[in-house]
């Protein structure tokens, strides 16, 4: 049973930081994409970065240059240090985690929008 459970949102005024965690357990897969997507309500879900078990990142254009996706292996725990902060930022941010097999077409980068599992979500606010 995987479990992802996502904390660090919060609201922090524009040029601020920002730590999202996400606590991830029962991930067997050998090869997995850990992801992180935001979303705000009315818009559709947007990928924001992602990492695969090899530590291969990738990471969206609109948020580049400010956040950084990292993964402690050991405490099997997904950060996204964001970095910077804009308004725009605002949204409900998701971890996600699902297989890595591109022979099933199954890629880890910030273009994929579907994935087996997801947490709940944290909520970030940026105010101007």
């Known amino acids: 049973q995987v479990q992802l459970v996502e904390s660090g949102g919060g609201s922090v005024q524009a040029g601020g930081s920002l730590r999202l965690s996400c606590a991830a357990s029962?991930?067997?897969?050998?090869?997995?994409?850990m992801a992180w997507f935001r979303q705000v309500p009315g818009k559709e879900r947007e990928g924001v970065a992602t990492?695969?078990?090899?530590?291969?990142?990738s990471v969206a254009k609109s948020v580049k240059g400010r956040f950084l996706i990292s993964k402690d292996n050991a405490e099997n725990i997904l950060y996204l240090q964001m970095n910077d902060l804009k308004p725009e930022d605002t949204a409900m941010y998701y971890c996600a985690a699902d297989q890595w097999s591109p022979g099933l077409n199954l890629y880890c980068n910030v273009g994929r929008s579907v994935m087996a599992y997801w947490g709940k979500g944290t909520l970030v606010t940026i105010s101007s």
């Open positions: 990492i695969g078990s090899d530590g291969t990142t």
């Open positions: 029962g991930v067997t897969y050998s090869r997995y994409c």
